[in-house]
């Protein structure tokens, strides 16, 4: 819509920088190998299981000696609920057939393999991006093009990440960890749009020459457009958005209120 508006500034609204549909993200997920598990005390992994998907991520001071990107590590007894978790139960979000198998293997002490899942954050890079094409919609608007740039990064913190998780379950005595990033699925990590969390593409900085909005959501060069999405996020971690967008979304109309009265 911003590069659509282009009748009086010809760059679109916001876009005087070029920077409106950049830096455009989105976490990558995939199955990277598999977890033997040992034989755990009842309840062990429960606890880090749990309800629906616990993850186990590094510690801040792991990720900055390393330099590495925000990544989460979820186990699941079938591989199948991968990308669509099945609920049994919607009321309570359990993931009753990843955790409720993992759960009698654990509690019957047996060996179990499980599949390890992850999540990954993308490094925000000004390359990967959506684009204005000459191609018209059936309303005559032209159409946007995703122009997807991933940096190596990721796929250097993901196994990095996967390396130290999967040596301190093993001194933990808690299980044996095979990485399978050469065998894994690979399309789940390499096509361009796996967790569904559309972001960045207006992201916020206070410096024009940086950002589309500013820290209170206002769209650069304008005085009465906001904009409250995971578009403005200049970085994502690796955790689902809507919470914050929700929380950006609050914060606004708190704002615009102040500024009303
Ligand atoms: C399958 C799936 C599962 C997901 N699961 C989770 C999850 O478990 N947890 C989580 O945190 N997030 C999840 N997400 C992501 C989450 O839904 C999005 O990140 C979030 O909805 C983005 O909010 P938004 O307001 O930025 O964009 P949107 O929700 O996409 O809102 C954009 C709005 O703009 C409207 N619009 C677009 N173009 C025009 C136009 N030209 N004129 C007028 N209106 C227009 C659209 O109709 C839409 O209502 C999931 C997404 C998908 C697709």
Redesign the pocket.
Known sequence: ?LLLSDSTRPQGLGNENDLVGRYFMDHIEGSVGTLELGELPTGYMGGVLGNGRAMLALTADAMERDELLGCAVTFDADPDNYGVAKYADEATGVNAAGVGALRTGIAGGASKSVDVLVRAEPKPMADSRVVLTDERDALGQRRLELQYARSPAIQTSIQRTLEIIARELGIAGLGRMRIDLDDTDKTKLEIPTVG????GTTRMANDPKQGVVDSDLLVHGTDNLYI????VFPTVGYS????T?VALALRLADHLKVKLQ
Not at 228 to 231: G, T, V
Not at 240 to 243: A, D, I, S, V, Y
């Open positions: 819509m569904f969390h559309l972001m409250a999405s995971s578009s689902n958005p809507t919470l967008i």
